[in-house]
Nanobody, 126 residues
Framework: QVQLVESGGGLVQAGDSLSLSCAASGRAFSNYAMGWFRQAPGKDREFVGAISRSGRTYYANSVKGRFTISRDNAKNTVYLQMSSLKPEDTAVYYC????????????????????WGQGTQVTVSS
C-alpha cells in the first residue's frame, strides 16, 4: 500500500508556470504507475496525464505541450510541471497510483487507480 501527498499548488496568473509534487510513502514506489487528475467545481474529475514505471508518459489533449510529468523513484516522487497556465486549468489536482507488473503500462481512467492523494488547489487568474 502507498500513501500519496500532493504539494505545490497555489494562485498564479495566466501564462505562469507551476510545479506540483506528489510524494509517496510505503513500499515499492517504482512498481507503481502514476497519474495526475484534476477536478474543477461542479465538474467530474478528469485525466491530466500519466507516467509508467519506465517513465513513458501520456497526456490529455488539453494539456499536451504545456504540462510535463516526471518521476524520481529514488525520492518516491512524481512531478507535474505546468507551464503557460490558463484560467481553465483552475482545479484541485490529484495524483493517483496503482501497482502494475508491466513497466510500460499507464492508465487514464480514474477507476483504474487504487490510491489517491488529498489534492492540491491550483488557481489561475486571468
Amino acid at each position: 500500500q502507498v500513501q500519496l501527498v500532493e504539494s505545490g499548488g497555489g494562485l498564479v496568473q495566466a501564462g505562469d508556470s507551476l510545479s506540483l509534487s506528489c510524494a509517496a510513502s510505503g513500499r515499492a514506489f517504482s512498481n507503481y504507475a502514476m497519474g495526475w487528475f484534476r477536478q474543477a467545481p461542479g465538474k467530474d474529475r478528469e485525466f491530466v496525464g500519466a507516467i509508467s514505471r519506465s517513465g513513458r508518459t501520456y497526456y490529455a489533449n488539453s494539456v499536451k505541450g504545456r504540462f510535463t510529468i516526471s518521476r524520481d523513484n529514488a525520492k518516491n516522487t512524481v512531478y507535474l510541471q505546468m507551464s503557460s497556465l490558463k484560467p481553465e486549468d483552475t482545479a484541485v489536482y490529484y495524483c493517483a497510483g496503482r501497482s502494475v507488473y508491466y513497466t510500460s503500462s499507464f492508465y487514464f481512467k480514474k477507476e483504474d487507480y487504487d490510491y489517491w492523494g488529498q489534492g492540491t488547489q491550483v488557481t489561475v487568474s486571468s
